[in-house]
Nanobody, 124 residues
């Protein structure tokens, strides 16, 4: 399984970005998918994860109401729509896949595969 994250870039405070994560070498519906991020000098943290069907979603408190995660199992793709971005959202964003499709939690140990990361920079 390989994950390819894209869509990062430079955006001003209050702006929006949409990250994509494409899975290859497997079928998306067999995996839980999550987004994590790592800010400079900080540990990696959980951002969001949808249940395999996409009908339930789990978000970190820091992004609730601003970020939205979605997935299309037929396209083998997961998206993270980020709105009203803040400077504290600046980080490298990683998508990850785990072999328990009903899991939507924050434990990194439950995710077996990781993408290369895409950098999001929010400037004031």
């Amino acid at each position: 399984v390989q994950l390819q994250a894209s869509g990062g870039g430079l955006v001003q405070v209050g702006g929006s970005l949409r990250l994509s994560c494409a899975l290859s070498g497997g079928t998306l519906s067999s995996y839980t998918m999550g987004w994590f991020r790592q800010a400079p000098g900080k540990e990696r943290e959980f951002v969001a994860a949808p249940v395999w069907s996409g009908t339930m979603r789990n978000y970190a408190d820091s992004v609730k109401g601003r970020f939205s995660i979605s997935r299309d199992n037929e396209l083998n793709t997961v998206w993270l729509q980020m709105n009203n971005l803040k400077t504290e959202d600046t980080a490298v964003y990683y998508c990850a896949a785990g072999e328990h499709p009903y899991y939507t939690g924050p434990s990194e140990a439950s995710y077996n595969y990781w993408g290369q990361g895409t950098l999001v920079t929010v400037s004031s």
